[in-house]
Nanobody, 119 residues
Framework: QVQVAESGGGLVQPGGSLRLSCAAS????????MGWFRRAPGKEREFVAR????????DYAEPVKGRSSISRDKATNTVYLEMLSLKPEDTAVYYC????????????WGQGTQVTVSS
């Protein structure tokens, strides 16, 4: 089993920045890639970004492309999502997820961390 736990959420003013962290534990060595998803009030969950554990493949959703950066630290089994120029529409619960195969399902999820962008 793989466990993931998010942290780093909070209240940020529009235009501000935030760095979210996702620590993996358990059978983290079996992880193929990790991703960030978010669920805004009244909306469906949407993809934000993903990164393979090897670091060779990275993808971003259009709403955050150009102002977000996903990275990983193998030494600490941690994946980060740094978001800049935050907008009110970025307000959501952000979830970290992991999967053990590229075409597999995102089977491991954290509990989420709240990001609120408001003045």
């Amino acid at each position: 089993q793989v466990q993931v736990a998010e942290s780093g959420g909070g209240l940020v003013q529009p235009g501000g920045s935030l760095r979210l962290s996702c620590a993996a534990s358990g059978r983290s060595f079996s992880v193929y890639d990790m991703g960030w998803f978010r669920r805004a009030p009244g909306k469906e969950r949407e993809f934000v970004a993903r990164i393979t554990w090897s670091g060779t493949s990275i993808d971003y959703a259009e709403p955050v492309k150009g102002r977000s950066s996903i990275s990983r630290d193998k030494a600490t089994n941690t994946v980060y999502l740094e978001m800049l120029s935050l907008k009110p529409e970025d307000t959501a619960v952000y979830y970290c997820a992991a999967r053990t195969a590229f075409r597999g399902s995102w089977g491991y999820w954290g509990q989420g961390t709240q990001v609120t962008v408001s003045s």
